[in-house]
């Protein structure tokens, strides 16, 4: 069974770019959330998406956003792109919103930002 | 708000030897917690779980105790492998969903 995907894995942006990411959740998985990962700050949750509607959203900007597709994909936006927006951003997908800290986890999209 | 502390690393044993990692939490409400785990190179991947107090959650051999009353979490194994190395983190959930609170993670290193 193929896990969460994500891509691009790298990528570099400079300052003011916009950048989106892409996460195939596992499949028969409906509900995908999106975490911030950073030396400083550690794991941060971003938001969370179950059919296609944002369930929850973290204490980010209104930089950073995201979508989910009738297919269950997910992707996130993040526009006006800042140095301090440097990390690797996870995706996680499970079975349903009720599958409560059951997570499974993709290998990141490591972002740049020069 | 809530929060998750745990023991800054890394933590550096030997094989066979006796593992804790501590974990305190911080929330209002009646969490669920979680031990995730992060091999070189892989994804974060969930190692044990508890959802009520004196639960303990149990896999590969680590064993975590949901303790109320010290709002504890504390990771042990009694027997560390060199495959063990990895990075550990705590997490907690006090609401239905999936945004975790997560520990700024502690790295083990086992030599042979």
């Known amino acids: 069974k193929a896990g969460v995907t994500q891509t691009p894995r790298y990528l570099i942006k400079t300052r003011g770019q916009q950048v989106t990411l892409s996460c195939s959740p596992i499949?028969?998985?409906?509900?995908v959330s999106w975490y911030q990962q950073t030396p400083g700050q550690g794991l941060q949750f971003l938001f969370e998406?179950?059919?296609?509607?944002?369930?929850n959203k973290g204490n980010f900007p209104g930089r950073f956003s995201g979508r989910q597709f009738s297919n269950s994909r997910s992707e996130m936006n993040v526009s006006t792109l800042e140095l301090g927006d440097s990390a690797l951003y996870l995706c996680?997908?499970?079975?349903?919103?009720?599958?409560?800290?059951?997570?499974?986890f993709g290998e990141g999209s490591r972002l740049t930002v020069l | 708000g809530d929060s998750v502390t745990q023991m800054e690393g890394p933590v550096t044993l030997s094989e066979e030897a006796f593992l804790t990692i501590n974990c305190t939490y911080t929330?209002?409400?009646?969490?669920?917690l979680f031990w995730y785990v992060q091999y070189p190179g892989e994804g974060l991947q969930l190692l044990l779980k508890?959802?009520?107090?004196?639960d303990k959650g149990s896999n590969k051999g680590f064993e975590a105790t949901y303790r109320k009353e010290t709002t504890s979490f504390h990771l042990e194994k009694g027997s560390v492998q060199v495959s063990d190395s990895a990075v550990y983190f705590c997490?907690?959930?006090?609401?239905?969903?999936?945004?975790?609170?997560f520990g700024k993670g502690t790295t083990l290193s086992v030599s042979s």
């Open positions: 996680a997908s499970s079975l349903n919103p009720d599958s409560t800290g059951e997570l499974f």
């Open positions: 499949s028969g998985h409906r509900s």
């Open positions: 998406y179950f059919s296609e509607t944002q369930r």
């Open positions: 929330a209002t409400g009646y969490p669920s």
């Open positions: 508890a959802t009520k107090a004196d």
């Open positions: 997490a907690l959930s006090d609401q239905a969903g999936t945004a975790l609170i």
